[in-house]
């Protein structure tokens, strides 16, 4: 099912003050895709997720469901299911019990019921766990019981806010994949709320990034990292450097940009609406940059401050003449001859992972 949020705003007014915490949100979402809403603390995301399952009313917009505007109606006539950080479980009922819950209410046959949970068991990964209560699953399992509970109703669309969070770093890694898999396997309209970039980037089709209530950017992880609009963007997804300059010339999509701190050209490629003179910054990512020129265009000087090797990496500090320091990552260092900290070293980049955006 589609879900459209058309010019979405939520403002809160509490004592007096008002708070525009979800500012003209315009969206669809198509069938079966994976939407994640990404940001700070306090951007908006939640607020987002609670217009769509009904527990907000918006100040503005609309919602809609397969174009059906459900936008004053209650969370309870929307058939959209929600799976909480904290799993939400009822502590003494066992994993199927917790599955079939809202089923009881469908009041469906014996068999067709147990049919139904079996399937849930199978696609989540609780099989031989059906007996067991939620205290005595570990929090990935708990996770999977919500996750079979909200898709056993058979909803429209399916909401996740925070999921993973109460879970350790390797089980959040691989409960990602694992929710990814399920949400293409039933082929789930979903929308996933998460302040973890690398999350975002590795379960969705599409990434929503907010900041203080406004849309940021809307796009496939691939753009979000490589193309980012603004530096909030750029700066929120992955580590990144930035060169500051003016427009010199254009020509289709390279872009030449002075640096007078560095009394240097470089050739990037256009990323916005960009006319000569105009004040810009290049968007470099640290793997970017590279100790060998092969047919790379353009070199940076610098100073290296430090320098550490990680086995299948090397970061490096390079401090700019102007004082910035770049941060670099290189790969395959054992072929590589290694920099001298305190001596001057050259780093390169080519014109295609130079993004030029407006200052
Ligand atoms: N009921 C409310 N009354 C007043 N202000 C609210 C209310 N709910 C949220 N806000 C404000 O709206 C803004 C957005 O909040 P929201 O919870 O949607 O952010 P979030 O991105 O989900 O943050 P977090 O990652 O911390 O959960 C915040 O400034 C918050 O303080």
Not at 123 to 149: F, N, T, W
Request: net charge neutral.
């Amino acid at each position: 099912m589609s879900l459209i949020l058309k010019n979405v705003r939520k403002v809160f007014t509490s004592y007096g003050t008002e708070t525009v915490a979800v500012d003209d949100f315009d969206q669809e979402i198509r069938r079966g895709q994976l939407v994640t809403l990404l940001g700070p603390s306090g951007c908006g995301k939640t607020t987002t997720l609670r217009i769509i399952a009904g527990f907000e009313v918006p100040t503005n917009g609309r919602v809609l469901l397969d174009g059906k505007d459900v936008t004053n109606l209650p969370p309870n006539r929307r058939n959209i299911s929600m799976v909480f950080q904290s799993y939400a479980l009822f502590p003494h009922l066992t994993v199927e019990e917790n599955i079939s819950f809202g089923l009881k209410l469908k009041r469906l046959d014996r068999s067709t019921m147990k049919k139904k949970i079996r399937e849930m068991t199978d696609l989540v990964g609780l099989k031989g766990l059906e007996k067991r209560r939620p205290d005595q699953l570990s929090g990935g399992q708990q996770q999977r019981v919500a996750l079979a509970r909200s898709l056993v109703m058979e909803p429209s669309v399916l909401l996740f806010d925070e999921p993973l969070s109460n879970l350790d770093a390797k089980l959040r890694e691989s409960m990602r994949l694992e929710i990814r898999r399920i949400q293409q396997e039933v082929n789930i309209t979903s929308v996933y709320v998460t302040h973890d970039q690398v999350e975002a980037m590795s379960i969705s089709d599409i990434i929503v990034v907010m900041n203080d209530g406004k849309v940021m950017q809307i796009g496939s992880p691939f753009d979000i990292y490589a193309r980012p609009q603004n530096s909030f963007v750029a700066d929120f997804i992955g580590r990144v450097n930035f060169i500051d300059g003016e427009v010199e010339s254009i020509n289709g999509d390279s872009v030449t940009v002075s640096s007078s701190s560095l009394g240097k050209k470089f050739v990037g490629r256009k990323g916005g609406e960009l006319s000569p003179g105009d004040g810009v910054r290049i968007v470099l990512r640290p793997e970017s940059l590279s100790d060998r020129e092969e047919d790379k265009i353009n070199v940076l000087s610098g100073k290296v401050l430090k320098y550490v090797f990680l086995g299948s990496n090397v970061e490096y500090e390079i401090e700019l003449p102007d004082g910035k320091i770049l941060n670099a990552v290189t790969f395959n260092p054992i072929e590589r001859k290694f920099p001298v900290v305190g001596k001057e070293t050259d780093l390169y980049f080519s014109k295609e992972s130079a993004w030029v955006i407006n200052n």
